[in-house]
């Protein structure tokens, strides 16, 4: 017969074999989605580049309406997913990642007539640091919640200092120093996202609250993997270049 202590424990045991498995469910699911999404923008990418007279139309001023659209959503599309319904949540993380696609598009079909190869070297290696760093933010003790004002005040410089670049500087250097920079702060920024994603799961949550989550995670996390992607194939095209 067991003692007050020893079923105390095993109450202890068995809560925490319980939030355990459903964490792991949790992610799991936040992965699966983000996965597909990104599968979905590059499918979408890849239609676009193989239609030239799409890239032309785009290329001539679709590009900034779909910039727009891409930053609008990716401001508006969290509230939207923690506030509304589920199915509100799955349509705004649905068209955040086919907005990506347009957009990616051009970019697609540009490397495709420098080297393809390209395309996929940015992919594996995007694929493989996201992974890395995920799992550090997912494993470490440390909290890193300090680093989400930081990290935002540095999304919104990288974002000033490109379009200075874009319409003023015009610099092949500061480029490729930008690159640099967006990569060393998304790689932060992934890490910090999968703490918080993983500190948002309860297990009181209901189905629809935690589904909600799940996806309001894989949009967070699919904008950083993007983001990665682009600028480390923008690195990798430039070093090509030289």
Partial sequence: MLGPNSQTISRGRAQAAGIDAGLRSYMLRVYNYM??????????AMIVAMNPQFVMALASGGIWILFIGVIGLGWFAPRIMMSKSVGAAQVCFWAYAGLWGLLLGPTFFAYAQVDPMLLVRAFFITAAAFAGLSLVGYTTKKNLAPMGAFLSMATIGILI????????????????????????????????????????????????????????????????????FIWILNILGMMRGE
């Fill in 35 to 44: 996965s597909l999404g990104v599968a979905f923008t590059g499918a979408i």
């Fill in 161 to 228: 200092a490109l379009l200075v670049n874009i319409f003023f500087v015009q610099s092949v250097g500061f480029e490729l120093f930008l690159s640099v920079v967006v990569v060393l702060v998304f790689s932060a920024l992934t890490a910090y996202e999968t703490q918080m994603i993983k500190n948002m799961y309860l297990q009181a949550d209901g189905h629809d609250v935690t589904m909600k989550k799940a996806i309001f995670g894989a949009f967070m996390l699919y904008g950083s993997f993007i983001t990665l």
